[in-house]
């Protein structure tokens, strides 16, 4: 079905303690922080400000998603992406801007969506299957799968007929 990776959301159950020291659940929700696009939908389910947190420090996430994490914190996202077939070039650079990351530096070289983010990115498919492209090369990532992207030049490509979701852990980095 297409626009099927629209639907996506991310459910979050949120672990602390009560008035009387013990753990429980302190939130059961599906996350607010959530972006819809052609060619992709984001939803974000965990941010930090600055590293190391505090146990009884809430999510910094605000009502906008936004393609880096904080300067010195993380976001934890996950991401769902259409069959390639869905989306072309001009899709990809409209909906990466509309996710604040007009400085994601997209540079399509012949690629779609290929882009760099000053960022490390930790990334596991949960379901479907993804090609993570680079300017040399490629591979095939499938449910289990993780991939560390270190500020370098990367794009997805999903030559399947079935939207894939990944979760990835997005920190700032530098050279």
């Given at each position: ?9 991310a ?7 009560d008035?009387d ?11 607010a ?59 990809y ?14 540079d ?23 090609y993570?492209i ?28 079935k ?13």
């Open positions: 079905m297409s626009g099927e990776h629209l639907n996506k959301t459910r979050r159950v949120i672990a602390g303690v008035s020291g013990r753990s429980t659940i302190v939130a059961d929700e599906v996350s922080t959530r972006v819809a696009l052609p060619a992709f939908t984001v939803n974000d389910v965990w941010r930090m400000d600055s590293l190391p947190g505090r146990y009884a420090d809430d999510d910094t996430l605000s009502a906008d998603v936004e393609l880096d994490p904080p300067a010195k914190g993380l976001v934890v996202r996950l991401a769902t992406f259409p069959p390639d077939s869905e989306i072309d070039s001009a899709v650079t409209e909906s990466i801007g509309n996710l604040h990351g007009e400085d994601a530096n997209a399509s070289d012949g690629i779609v969506g290929l882009h760099a983010t000053e960022t490390i990115d930790i990334a596991t498919i949960l379901d479907g299957e993804i993570a680079y300017e040399t090369g490629e591979t095939l990532l499938r449910p289990g799968d993780t991939v560390i992207n270190r500020g370098i030049k990367h794009a997805w490509s999903n030559r399947t007929d939207p894939v979701t990944m979760v990835a852990v997005m920190l700032p980095a530098t050279n």
